[in-house]
């Protein structure tokens, strides 16, 4: 239990560099299967790559990236993709560091909660209760962000590969797979834990029904929000793909790109915690 002077971790301007980053992303995974539906049959972007639900993904990954490779004779296509290949890269190593942090402060704000003494002595905790109230349960959000970095690492290389005309391994797409895996996995088991934690607090039905009156007080801009954020996931309009789209034509656009994202992160975490004031006042 943390002392009651120390401050609170913060978790809203993480959480919102998050989204941000996740809008990015799904803006360049767009962007690259544009590419595919144009080159060929098959379908996916990078996270499609070693993953997924079918027991054959080591075909499956080595037949997407044959139509890259094939896309790629073009020389403006190749282009394309490497440069789409690389700045999602890049972006996601960001996001990896980004979410582990956000991980950890919701960890540190949800033990700050946590009576001095929980229901139950230790002795009678189960093994899985004992496990969540670990002071190094952190490290499995950093070992999921780690996962993400090797995983980003074999997808560059294998896309890399394949633009570049050679052949693709399968030893290659077997531990991109297993680096994919092991980060859900963490994040799986993490999200266990911190539930267990949580429950410990007693404090759920309490933060939800705060939570249901700060969000009916704010019913109309949580709407709003909402809508918008679902059209840039979604892309319904295409817009989105437009955005990341002129960011390849010019380093000028690249830059005005990267401005535009860090205004709208700006943006909406002042309308929040504009917001958040006018309820509490």
Known sequence: MSSPHEPRPRVLPWAALALTLLLVLRSLGL??????????????????LATGPSLDFVADTQALLTMWQEAATVAPVKALIRWTTGAYTGVDLVFAGV???????????????LPAYPQGSEAEWSRLRRWAH???LPYLAVAAAGADVVEDVLRLTMVLRATGGHAIPGWLI?????????KFALLAVFAVFLVVLVADTRKLRAWLKRMWWATWRLRVAVAAVGLFAGALLFDVTGQAIDLVRRWVDSRADLFGGVLTVLGSALLGLAAWLMARRLVLA
């Open 31 to 48: 962007l690259l299967a544009q590419v595919q539906l144009a080159s060929g049959a098959a379908f996916g972007d990078l996270e499609a």
């Open 99 to 113: 979410y582990a942090i956000l991980l950890v402060q919701l960890w540190r704000r949800v033990r700050g909660h």
């Open 134 to 136: 670990l002071a190094s």
């Open 174 to 182: 077997w531990l991109s797979w297993l680096a994919t895996t092991a």
